[in-house]
């Protein structure tokens, strides 16, 4: 199961692939100069560039860095019981907005070139997370860190949320039936045939 993530907005790449042409040429041009895993840095602080580190003990993978990431460059991937956010260097523009939405403080970017990366336009894996799994149908629910994290802030409220074991299709469900008792009789299934139908 593959998870879409929509963009806070979207930056025109154009000049960043005039940019990996450049880079291209002078790393041939160049020869040991820039030679694979040469590390070029501004002098400035400037949109140009970055790679970010995430702090593995404060991440909990909530998924806000991908979800404000103008580019793209930072996506998200849940399959199973695992999801895994990784980062595209030749993408990533430094604007930092992945930074300012983590509320935990767990990512950091570097402004800087790592020409090996750059020119290999690979995914670098930053953080894989265990996936909580619906108590119903066995589907991922979101990361288990996460959930914890909002489980904790409403038990401080007074809050007992339980339906947070369930997936939003099987959430659904149940509080359909709840409301309405009969609804078995209605539909002609149980509420547990519900997760082999169609219906969303």
Known sequence: MDT?????????????????????????AKGEGLKEGHLIKPKQEIFFTGRVKIDDE??????ACAETCPTGAISIKDEENIRTISHCHQICVACKRCEASCDDKAIKVEVELDV????????????RAELKLCKECKKPVGPIASIAKIEEKLKKEGIELTEMEYCQKCRKWRTAYAAIPRLAIYLQRSYGENEKSNVK
């Not at 879409?4 to 040429?25: A, Q, S, Y």
């Not at 404060?58 to 998924?63: E, H, L, N, S, Y």
């Open 116 to 127: 090996k990366d750059f020119l290999s336009g690979n995914l670098q894996k930053k953080k």
């Open 4 to 28: 879409v993530v929509k963009k806070f907005g979207e930056i025109n790449l154009e000049n960043r692939k005039l940019l990996l042409e450049l880079i291209k040429k002078l790393s041939a």
């Open 58 to 63: 404060k991440c909990i993978a909530c998924g």
